[in-house]
């Protein structure tokens, strides 16, 4: 597949770019609940995106 690297083209090709994350935390930040917080995060995310694309035989697709 031949296609820019930009949200709408990759949009239109029906998929669409991944998620990247920096971050910088001092030693005093507890790992585990970062972590935790991150995956909370991330799976309410995933679930946002996935409710709001339109399915094949759906209304509004």
Partial sequence: MT???EFE???KAGSRLGTALAMAVDHEIGM???VRNLEE?????ILRL???MPRPGC???
């Fill in 32 to 34: 585990v609940s970062l």
């Fill in 41 to 45: 995060f991330f799976a309410r995310e």
């Fill in 3 to 5: 296609c820019p690297m």
């Fill in 50 to 52: 996935v409710y709001a």
């Fill in 59 to 61: 209304r509004g697709a």
């Fill in 9 to 11: 083209s990759i949009g």
